[in-house]
């Protein structure tokens, strides 16, 4: 390879040398190795890209793009108390004084050390669009920035000598080597970046840890590993999530090198009626919301994933992040969370790479030497600004000594100045007669006469015994290395106290952690995860569609509507909770039917599966996760639901007017919904169950009549029927419950030790007046074993169920069935009766004494 040289002054150029036509051109031409060219040239290309442009520094955690920004706007004074500028301003300060790069560049870093969901402290306070996820940041010349209150740790003290100062790019002017960085920002913000040959990418993590585990080096520098992970359970991502798996942290933590699963933080809500969705409110590190919609519809569209309806972004600025993904019905929540995992940015993997610079190398670090390079640059910084200060008082010191000695003689001083030739003679005169150094001399010198009224031998005397014990104090911390260290570590916790914020990342310890409505906590420090009991591997995979399974559909007296998750019995006594008074209970499968009665006379079709599901536990199920009916179905203004009854039963229906129907199941196949009884004008059904030919029906009116009998008296009549007279009405009066009682619930009672359950058929009575608003009486309240009234033929009157005391005159609720009974009030809250007060033929108790007898709770 041959090299041309044009040097503009050649003492050994020849006439051969010269070419014609020019007078001072010389060609010299050097063979070299073009290996070797090639060799040297990248190596320097790669030094120059390690050093000056891509990996940070083990001290400040800065890049020195990130530092010459930060520098720049401290010494232009963006403090965050001052108004925002222009990013173009800031960009072309510093491109135009420190980083010989382009305006690009700069503006890239300095818009990722003001994103939130990039750093867990963000360096620059940002005014305007600096970017999301999914989108990039508006022109600097439309953005405006800051200082953001963190990045004056990290900048504080530059002008007390604490860091050396190099030459920038042309010698021109000068900028720091290395931040003082009171804070570890290259463990509190991570890093990444790509030099040539080797990459870098550390994680984020809390502030408060960090700190403390520093404090921890700094205590104790002989500190172990296994001492510091208690303190650094793992690491904490601006955009929260879930860490899956800590043994990759651990590798990292030992070796500089590991890997760990972030996962979404993800709930499972009831989002409409009919529908259960995954609502996605936290999202791995550096994934963003539209990332994760388009890979969810590619993976629907390539038949990856099966389950999803929908997928709807909520995100705005009041309410954070919410990514709606709706479940179709019949399949599992859980499953379908499983293949989100597996095939969308849900889960995700992060790579550690710890490659920093330390003394100008770059070098993969573990956690603890991370640390102890961080506390050596924080030692070094308070050394050296401890060493200025004490520089900076002993020469006011100085000073001030010298002021008090003239002071005392102020008048010979002036006459000393005034009467010498020159300036030089008046300092040899003082120094001479007084004893003064030439500093003390010349300061006394400059002083103007104005100077001299604010001058008092006292607050000189006290000025100087402040700066005494001020130096002895810098001089203490200078002479022991405990000291400086306590100052270290003070300084630190103040940090902490003032920028450290709860951890936002939930560390698991292993994949089979619970990923749903998960009531784990996040470690705190002293607790290295979570679940370490907890057996190694894959959770098994859950099935995709729900089985159709045995279970119950129910119906609150409050009018919530939901399933179980099983069919176990129901308990019929215990604690009770709001809404778990059921008006209705029908059993059937997870993908069956059932149909609703409303008071209309109509009956709806519902899937088993559209409701929602209540928590799968044995006995009484908690109605708190059912919706109101009234938001599952349409409803006619003034039409409720009734109850929940089995479609491949004969149905029994009573009204307000007293017709009784018992209805044929040969409902339409292709409806939703239809008439299961013809009303008359202004009648209404008040109540409905399955009734086979053994069962009793029971008919309580207002004016206190009840009346049973068998359901065999009723024949099964089609839908469109309009039934059949089932009690006969007095005039005024209207009935206010009908039921179904079993057949063993209503037969004839039996003595206790005959071998023979007692019947648990009741019948629950409360008197008031007719007109009164609710709670301006107090009523009386019955309870009596349903076989102590006897039964009567269809169409009678029936027996009367309750006496009417002093300013009663009907009965505001009646309920006949399985005791022990339980009542509901309008807003849930449930109370049970006792098993029996009062007679058939007698009045009841004061409803208050009955409410006082009852308690909270029965078991």
Request: charge should be negative; charged fraction near 25%.
């Amino acid at each position: 390879m041959a090299r041309r040289q044009n040097p503009r002054s050649s003492a050994g150029r020849t006439g051969a040398d010269t070419l014609p036509g020019s007078d001072d051109f010389a060609e010299n031409i050097t063979d070299i190795d073009v290996a070797e060219e090639m060799e040297t040239s990248f190596l320097e290309y790669a030094y120059s890209v390690i050093y000056s442009r891509a990996l940070p520094d083990a001290r400040d955690g800065l890049k020195p793009v990130q530092r010459r920004i930060l520098y720049m706007m401290s010494d232009m004074g963006l403090r965050p108390d001052r108004a925002h500028v222009k990013s173009a301003r800031v960009v072309g300060e510093v491109m135009g004084k420190l980083h010989p790069h382009g305006d690009a560049a700069i503006y890239d870093a300095m818009v990722r050390m003001a994103q939130g969901f990039s750093l867990r402290l963000p360096l620059i306070d940002g005014h305007g669009n600096f970017g999301s996820l999914d989108d990039g940041p508006a022109a600097p010349r439309y953005t405006e920035a800051r200082m953001a209150a963190a990045s004056l740790a990290l900048t504080g003290d530059l002008d007390e000598d604490v860091v050396d100062f190099v030459p920038n790019y042309d010698g021109q002017l000068t900028q720091p080597e290395v931040l003082p960085a009171a804070f570890p920002n290259l463990l509190v913000n991570g890093a990444t970046g790509i030099a040539v040959g080797m990459a870098t990418n550390m994680a984020p993590h809390n502030l408060g840890e960090v700190i403390a585990a520093a404090q921890l080096v700094i205590a104790n520098p002989d500190a172990t590993l296994e001492e510091v992970m208690d303190l650094v359970p793992g690491p904490d991502l601006p955009t929260g999530g879930q860490i899956v798996g800590l043994d990759g942290i651990r590798d990292a933590y030992r070796t500089g090198r590991g890997s760990f699963k972030t996962r979404a933080k993800v709930a499972v809500e009831q989002i409409s009626a009919r529908r259960t969705g995954l609502v996605v409110t936290e999202l791995p590190y550096t994934v963003g919301p539209e990332k994760v919609i388009e890979k969810i519809k590619d993976a629907v569209n390539a038949k990856k994933l099966a389950g999803i309806s929908d997928v709807t972004d909520l995100t705005d600025r009041q309410h954070g992040l919410r990514l709606v993904i709706e479940v179709k019905n019949g399949f599992n929540p859980q499953a379908v969370l499983q293949q989100l995992y597996r095939y969308t940015p849900l889960e995700d993997s992060f790579g550690i790479n710890n490659v920093t610079l330390v003394d100008g190398q770059p070098q993969t670090l573990g956690l603890l030497p991370l640390l102890h390079v961080y506390v050596g640059h924080r030692l070094d910084v308070v050394r050296r600004r401890t060493a200025f200060r004490l520089g900076k008082r002993k020469d006011r010191l100085h000073l001030v000594e010298g002021l008090l000695v003239a002071i005392m003689d102020i008048d010979e001083v002036i006459q000393i100045i005034r009467t010498s030739d020159e300036a030089s003679a008046a300092r040899e005169r003082l120094m001479s007669i007084y004893d003064l150094s030439e500093v003390q001399a010349n300061y006394i010198l400059e002083l103007r006469l104005r100077q001299l009224t604010k001058y008092s031998r006292i607050e000189l005397e006290k000025e100087q015994d402040e700066l005494r014990r001020d130096i002895a104090e810098l001089e203490a911390i200078l002479g022991s290395d405990t000291l400086l260290r306590d100052l270290v570590s003070r300084e630190l916790g103040e940090v902490a106290a003032t920028y450290g914020t709860p951890r936002r990342t939930l560390l698991l310890e292993h994949d089979d952690a619970p990923a749903l409505g998960s009531k784990a906590s996040a470690s705190a420090p002293g607790a290295p995860g979570a679940a370490s009991g907890a057996a190694k591997g894959k959770p098994a995979p859950l099935q995709l569609e729900i089985a159709d399974e045995p279970c119950w559909a129910i119906l609150s007296a409050s009018g919530l509507i939901a399933r179980t998750a099983h069919a176990e019995p129901l308990a019929e006594a215990g604690p009770r909770v709001r809404h778990d008074v059921f008006r209705s209970v029908v059993r059937t499968t997870a993908r069956g039917e059932v149909g609703a009665v409303t008071s209309a006379g109509r009956m709806l079709r519902l899937q088993v599966v559209d409701l929602p599901l209540l928590a799968a536990s044995a006995g009484l199920p908690n109605m708190a996760g059912g919706v109101p009916a009234k938001d599952f179905m349409a409803l006619a203004k003034g039409e409720s639901l009734v109850a929940l009854v089995p479609l491949d039963a004969v149905v029994a229906l009573g009204t307000a007017h007293g017709i009784v129907k018992r209805v044929s199941p040969d409902y339409p196949l292709n409806r939703e919904d239809w008439e299961a009884i013809a009303l008359k004008p202004g009648d209404a059904v008040i109540g409905a169950a399955a009734a086979a030919d053994a069962d009793t029906l029971v008919f309580v009116t207002g004016q206190a009549q009840l009346l049973r009998y068998e359901a065999s008296a009723v024949r099964p009549q089609g839908r469109t029927a309009g039934g059949m007279a089932g009690i006969k009405l007095a005039d005024g009066d209207e009935a206010i419950f009908f039921g179904v009682v079993g057949a063993e619930d209503a037969g004839a009672g039996a003595e206790p030790g005959e071998g023979v359950e007692v019947p648990r058929g009741v019948v629950v009575t409360i008197a008031g007046a007719d007109g009164a608003l609710p709670g301006t009486t107090a009523g009386t309240a019955k309870v009596t074993p349903l076989d102590e009234y006897p039964a009567k033929g269809r169409a009678t009157g029936g027996v009367r169920s309750h006496r009417f005391l002093k300013g009663e005159d009907r009965l505001t609720l009646a309920w006949v069935g399985r005791g022990p009974a339980r009542a509901s009030s309008s807003s849930g809250v449930a109370r049970s009766l006792p098993s029996e007060f009062g007679r058939r033929d007698g009045s009841g108790i004061p409803l208050a004494q009955a409410v006082d007898e009852i308690g909270p709770t029965f078991a």
